[in-house]
């Protein structure tokens, strides 16, 4: 049974940096990918970004890109997600949530919406982190 824990969040002036970790532990990374969520009050929880460890890719949704980026440390068990460049629309709560996939990468990528899984496919998730941008 894989945990995920999250910790890095805070408040940040718009403009500032904020890296948030994901702390693994249980995690098969054969096979696996780890994504990054984050939830607005009253808006549902969207997709930021996803690392796919097998494949050493990363994905990142267009609103983030260039700004986000996803890295690991695997003598640490730890994903990062690196924040610059903060907007105001990028406060929510954010979680790093993992799942598998079986069968074959290329019948995988077909369930895929541009490389982000379904919600439903990240089986384990963590207890989430606040992040407040302020303008």
């Known amino acids: 049974q894989a945990q995920l824990v999250e910790s890095g969040g805070g408040s940040v002036q718009a403009g500032g940096s904020l890296r948030l970790s994901c702390a693994t532990s249980g995690l098969p990374y054969s096979r696996s990918y780890l994504g990054w969520f984050r939830q607005a009050p009253g808006k549902e929880r969207e997709g930021v970004g996803i690392?796919?460890?097998?494949?050493?890719?990363?994905i990142y949704v267009n609103s983030v890109k260039a700004r986000f980026t996803i890295s690991q440390d695997n003598a640490k068990n730890t994903v990062y997600l690196q924040m610059d460049r903060l907007k105001p629309e990028d406060t929510a709560m954010y979680y790093c949530?993992?799942?598998?996939?079986?069968?074959?990468?290329?019948?995988?990528?077909?369930?895929?919406?541009?490389?982000?899984?379904?919600?439903?496919?990240?089986?384990?998730w963590g207890q989430g982190t606040q992040v407040t941008v302020s303008s």
């Open positions: 690392r796919y460890f097998d494949h050493d890719l990363n």
């Open positions: 949530a993992a799942g598998s996939y079986g069968g074959s990468w290329n019948d995988f990528w077909q369930t895929t919406l541009q490389g982000m899984p379904p919600i439903e496919q990240f089986t384990f």
